[in-house]
């Protein structure tokens, strides 16, 4: 089963490419699952947005240089932050939790658009088909049916984070793709026992760390524990220390 999940990820990645394409990257198992076999196949820019010190652009530039591939690090300061959120924010009216997570997708299009890209490619779809949240651990301990959440937040990505990303990024003139979220993987995923995909809890994602391996993704991105986006960019710690403000201004 690795191995065809493994092949299905390259062709899928490999059918997303274009001359060249851009990678929001973060140096974790998602993005550079991707990024390692785009830059096999096609001059592939790397995208990576944080804080000055955060874990992303730690890994990310470690992971870069793993591939041999250059790094565009977008580097976010608190007037970066506030300024980015107030745009996604005029467009795309949500609430803090979840447009927190759209400032690196900004920044990174923004970036990307500056260097003539027209194709960015995400990981979106990974969290769902092989439990990347601690929460879906604790629904299953809860005695919910796991299997069927899981199902129905892949099934309903494409109106929510996917649109997200693809209206924060058809902005700069940047096509989104996305190619972990693709029906071929998501029926073999789906047809593995809920037991055997939670097997990894601390790292998470077991299945796809193991099928990483086969598609040569740098064992610094494989160890990787699973941070999401905007912990591991440093965004959430600093919009918090201005969270009178933005709901002052953006009152939910």
């Not at 944080?50 to 690090?73: F, M, T």
């Not at 960015?120 to 796991?146: N, P, Q, S, T, V």
């Not at 199902?151 to 003139?173: D, G, H, S, Y």
């Not at 610094?220 to 965004?235: C, D, E, F």
């Amino acid at each position: 089963m690795i191995l065809e999940l493994s092949s299905l990820i390259r062709q899928s990645v490999e059918q997303s490419l274009e001359d060249q394409v851009a990678v929001s990257f973060s140096g974790g198992l998602d993005s550079t699952t991707i990024a390692t076999v785009a830059t096999k196949n096609t001059m592939t820019d790397l995208f990576s947005c944080g804080c000055e010190k955060s874990q992303d652009l730690e890994y990310a530039e470690k992971v870069a240089k793993e591939l041999s591939v250059p790094l565009n690090k977008v580097l976010v300061s608190d007037t970066i932050a506030l300024s980015t959120y107030g745009k996604i924010h005029s467009f795309l009216p949500l609430d803090f939790l979840k447009l927190e997570i759209l400032i690196p997708v900004y920044c990174a299009a923004e970036a990307a658009k500056q260097k003539g890209h027209s194709v960015m490619l995400f990981g979106a779809g990974a969290e769902e088909l092989f439990i990347g949240y601690d929460r879906y651990y604790r629904y299953h301990e809860e005695g919910k049916d796991l299997d069927a959440i899981l199902k129905e937040e892949f099934r309903t990505l494409p109106q929510r984070e996917i649109a997200w990303i693809k209206k924060i990024c058809k902005k700069f003139n940047i096509e989104a793709r996305f190619p972990l979220y693709n029906r071929d993987i998501a029926d073999l995923i789906f047809s593995v026992p809920i037991e055997d995909r939670m097997e990894e809890r601390e790292l998470k994602k077991g299945i796809l760390r193991e099928a990483a391996k086969i598609l040569g993704v740098p064992s610094t991105a494989i160890m990787r524990k699973k941070k999401a986006m905007q912990y591991g960019s440093g965004v959430h710690k600093l919009l918090l220390k201005h969270s009178e403000e933005i709901n002052r201004i953006y009152p939910s």
